[in-house]
């Protein structure tokens, strides 16, 4: 008797079914990372079980995965009764509470003591939040157990005296109260950023998360977020299966995908433009074109907004951004200050284009130009002068990946010769 093929479900409904997972960021779908949920989990328990304080900062690139990796250990935390009745979580980011008032003030929220405080005075922040924390003592004398969860943790940095970071890790080291401190960011040496006081206060432990680098986990990956396990699936998951172990596909990802950006966040946007384009297509199998399609569109979305912004910029504009590619290259993706891009561009400006400007008040100007677009950022300070450093040697980072870059200049009307050739010249070149 001749086996019946399984039915391939509709391709809105396969959609519908991976879109929580692909789509947005409240997905509840974590996969990979085993180490790092265990090393995470058991620190947790630990403030639970055993009354233990710590701090730990989660650092990453962006898009790999941290923020994810947080609220999948938080849900997995809180699938132990002791945890769901004692344990208070507060999530605060630096992008919201841009101050330590307005973070006291969601604190008090988040823990609700908004009755507690009513109209008391505090003298102090520490005082404050001590009164707050003093206020989850039970019956008993013994406190509940606190997680902070500090997304944005660089914004934090940027508080004034850090007075927040300050009292959380004394708390943390003092071990008056069992609360867990755990920071995120994508500032790889935010701890620099720490003042004396606070930094002393840290305990020092930090859970690294990389991208992936290897291709056949990158395949992986692919797979176990296309792949439903169910038996009503089981015929979109073989036709999964059969597209995936494809040569070309394999080449495709590792050409196009793997070695441009293999960041979660990438992969999980790319995935769902070519689930999208299988629907509209009417299909319920995914073609190489589906991808093609992706890529596109990706592409499209990502550097139509900035391409447009930067085709606006004038050609000492684009000359300091092509400038702060070269430096980034030389130095690794380290901060950088006016200083060295001046320099560098002034280089440029007497061996190649002698018609650029070089007056400092011109190029100043310029560079200003660029931190109100924020196409160059202060690195960690909120805008504001770095600790009594001169604004022209104050640290700054890029905005403008070099692909984005690349199709402005490409795209830049009448540019000239020379810098379309600075910008495809060779780093080793640009810095000597």
Not at 216 to 229: A, P, R, V
Not at 252 to 280: G, P, W
Not at 309 to 317: A, N, Y
Not at 390 to 405: I, K, N, R, W, Y
Request: glycine share 4%; with cysteine; aromatic share 8%.
């Amino acid at each position: 008797m001749v086996k019946r093929k399984t039915p391939l479900p509709s391709p809105r409904v396969i959609l519908a079914s991976l879109s929580p997972r692909l789509a947005g960021s409240l997905s509840s779908f974590f996969t990979g990372q085993e180490d790092s949920v265990k090393y995470l989990l058991e620190m947790l328990h630990r403030t639970v079980d055993k009354g233990e304080s710590n701090s730990l900062l989660v650092l990453g690139p962006r898009g790999v995965g941290k923020t994810a990796l947080v609220k999948h250990v938080l849900e997995q935390a809180a699938s132990k009764t002791s945890w769901r009745e004692n344990v208070v979580v507060v999530q605060l980011s630096g992008h919201i509470q841009t101050d330590d008032k307005v973070a006291l003030r969601d604190i008090t929220k988040q823990l609700n003591l908004e009755n507690v405080v009513g109209e008391k005075v505090f003298g102090s922040f520490a005082e404050h939040l001590s009164f707050l924390l003093a206020s989850l003592k039970t019956g008993d004398s013994t406190s509940k157990p606190i997680v902070f969860i500090l997304d944005q943790f660089d914004s934090f940095c940027s508080h004034k005296n850090q007075t927040l970071l300050y009292n959380l890790f004394d708390v943390a080291q003092s071990k008056a109260v069992p609360i867990t401190v755990v920071g995120i960011s994508s500032s790889i040496d935010v701890t620099e950023l720490l003042e004396k006081r606070v930094k002393s206060r840290f305990s020092h432990r930090h859970l690294y998360i990389w991208p992936i680098d290897k291709l056949d986990t990158f395949m992986k990956m692919i797979s176990s977020l296309l792949l439903l396990e169910t038996e009503e699936f089981s015929g979109w998951d073989k036709s999964v299966r059969d597209f995936l172990a494809k040569k070309n596909v394999q080449k495709f990802v590792e050409q196009k995908i793997f070695s441009v950006d293999n960041s979660i966040r990438n992969l999980k946007k790319f995935l769902y433009q070519a689930l999208v384009k299988m629907v509209q297509s009417g299909g319920s199998q995914l073609e190489l074109d589906h991808l093609q399609y992706a890529l596109e569109c990706s592409s499209n979305m990502e550097m139509n907004s900035m391409t447009d912004q930067l085709r606006d910029l004038s050609i000492t504009e684009l000359c300091l951004l092509i400038a702060i590619k070269h430096i980034e290259h030389i130095y690794d993706n380290e901060p950088f200050n006016f200083e060295m891009i001046y320099h560098e561009f002034v280089k440029f400006k007497r061996r190649k284009y002698s018609t650029l400007p070089e007056e400092r008040s011109v190029v100043t100007k310029c560079w200003e130009n660029l931190v109100e677009l924020e196409l160059v950022t202060p690195r960690g300070s909120g805008g504001r002068s770095q600790g009594g450093v001169q604004e022209q040697f104050s640290l700054h980072t890029g905005q403008v990946p070099p692909a984005v870059l690349g199709q402005a200049v490409e795209k830049y009307p009448h540019c000239p010769t020379e810098v379309v050739q600075w910008l495809s010249s060779s780093h080793h070149t640009a810095s000597h």
